[in-house]
């Protein structure tokens, strides 16, 4: 166990994490490895604030186990109290997760971790991850935290693509109360509300609970566009789960027709600081129907989760949610590589999936499926052009906000600047809609695309800033190519003068090419 650090990532407006005040404690004797191999992973790729997972409040748990049937009453208490105050303890010591056979520990790996810290910090969020990796669970677990623990009064809306998927969630939110130790679970069958004793409703379709009365409530799917416009309209709530948020019929029309009775409640949840937000979890959908070309539109409308993240403060995080005009979601994505399965659990995926690829590649490599009668390209072709995209080796995250991807390392001089001069591709954008400002850097050598740029909300001044900032600080040497074209001209010529002159007053390189497209 180690001890406290300044952690500056939370503050009064994270409704869930600890408050800044309340002395920390690093619990590395957890029995729960999973969140001691997440703290090794984060400070291995510099993440310096890598230990809030392990966080203990109470020095005196360290060595308690909460579901110990013998537990002495002081222990009870200051259990009960950890896990009001420390989300994390809760999913690190005492969720267990409905399994055949004995119950298991909470697994934490980057996907979950990545969507939790959001949540904890009342963010939408918007998560893809393979099928069989734990996104329903972890947002299971999530959902009974609050439910049993964070809040009052509160209705808590469960979505699926069909009311038995709905019903079954909600199931597995139970499930997971049912297994926490019983001086936490608050199941009673009977309630006191004025006065009177009343049977507290507890069925396959709704759950309220015994002494706080928050409600989690199932909806069936919507038949017509009559029905999806009246599904959730007027309902009070703060808290939505959208499962399989890809093939919910007419989500867009729910979506509209619920968004201001939502927006009311969120603003009576955020002045009581208690958890509100909407999470939306899926597999990519078909981009041949309505509900997968929308859901598709909202994730590439979000902004992309980093796990630079970590480093920034709340207000910080929000500033880069609120710099994108289009969107308040986040967007958390992670392949089964990065979630820590092997070659063989896919291999075994694949053989449970009849080796049905269409379907393989969007439940278990995250892509979208784009197959129909009209298209001009053939599968063959569509494949093809698949086998050029590859994901980034890492990521620099500038000033914050942007991500510089790194597709692959260039040859270094002994003082670290590149050896063949790159050539860095400027394409600013006329600012319309979707129209991102790009920056794609090439090797001169051999002319392979090794790192890019884009950004849908960056402004002219930033996006000069940003130029200014990877020349100086990776690649003195490069080469600079600034598209000039249509509402581009003035934009070029801008970013010309700004970055000329920003490198002779910064007197830290003695040259410097800067070519334009005429």
């Known amino acids: 166990m180690e001890p406290n650090i300044a952690n500056n990532v939370y503050d009064a407006n994270n409704a869930i994490a600890p408050a800044n005040n309340i002395k920390r404690y690093y619990q590395r004797s957890t029995t729960n490895r999973s969140f001691v191999e997440m703290s090794n992973y984060l400070k291995s790729i510099g993440v310096k604030n890598n230990r809030f997972m392990l966080t203990l409040l109470d020095p005196d748990l360290a060595n308690i186990d909460p579901h110990d049937p013998n537990l002495p009453e002081i222990y009870k208490y200051k259990v009960f109290y950890e896990v009001i105050n420390n989300f994390w303890y809760y999913l690190r010591e005492i969720v267990r997760i409905p399994s055949t056979g004995e119950a298991s520990q909470f697994i934490l790996h980057r996907g979950n971790m990545a969507y939790l810290y959001l949540a904890t910090m009342n963010i939408n969020c918007i998560l893809l991850q393979p099928r069989q990796t734990g996104k329903t669970i972890a947002s299971a677990a999530f959902y009974c935290y609050v439910y049993n623990f964070r809040t009052k009064n509160t209705q808590i809306s469960l979505l699926n693509k069909e009311f038995k998927d709905s019903k079954e969630n909600l199931g597995r939110i139970r499930g997971i109360r049912d297994l926490l130790p019983t001086y936490l679970r608050f199941d ?126 709340y207000s910080q995080i929000l500033e880069i949610i609120n710099a994108n005009k289009l969107s308040s979601f986040v967007h958390v994505q992670f392949t089964y590589q990065e979630l820590g399965y092997d070659e063989n659990w896919f291999y075994e995926r694949c053989k449970e999936s009849e080796w049905d690829w269409p379907n393989i590649r969007r439940e278990y490599l995250l892509e979208w499926s784009d197959e129909a009668e009209n298209n001009p390209f053939t599968k063959d072709e569509l494949d093809m052009v698949k086998k ?67 950004s849908n909300v960056i402004t002219l001044i930033e996006f000069a800033r940003v130029i200014e900032w990877i020349v100086l600080n990776l690649m003195p040497n490069a080469v600079i190519n600034i598209e000039r074209n249509g509402v581009a001209i003035a934009t070029s010529v801008y970013m010309v003068t700004y970055i000329f002159y920003s490198f002779i007053a910064l007197k830290k390189v003695r040259a410097y090419t800067l070519q334009r497209n005429l």
């Open 188 to 313: 009673a069958v009977f309630s006191v509300v004025n006065g009177k004793k009343t049977k507290v409703p507890n069925t396959a379709i709704y759950m309220e609970h015994a002494v706080n009365h928050n409600k989690l409530r199932t909806y069936a799917k919507a038949r017509n566009e009559l029905a999806a416009a009246n599904l959730l309209r007027g309902q009070t709530f703060p808290l939505l789960w959208a499962d399989e948020f890809a093939f919910i019929p007419f989500i867009k029309i729910i979506y509209g027709n619920m968004i201001p009775a939502m927006s009311k409640a969120t603003e009576v949840a955020k002045k009581n600081a208690v958890p509100y937000g909407i999470l939306y979890t899926t597999t990519p959908g078909f981009l041949t129907n309505e509900e997968g070309k929308y859901a598709y539109k909202v994730v590439n409308n979000a902004t992309k989760f980093n796990e630079n993240w970590y480093d920034l403060t």
């Open 388 to 454: 050029f995209c590859k994901p980034a080796k890492k990521t620099v995250l500038i000033f914050g906000k942007y991500e510089l991807k790194i597709f692959e390392e260039i040859p270094l001089r002994s003082n670290l600047v590149p050896k063949y001069p790159p050539i860095i591709g400027i394409d600013p954008s006329g600012g319309v809609s979707k129209d991102s400002s790009c920056i794609t850097i090439i090797d001169s050598k051999t002319t392979r695309v090794f790192a890019e740029l884009r």
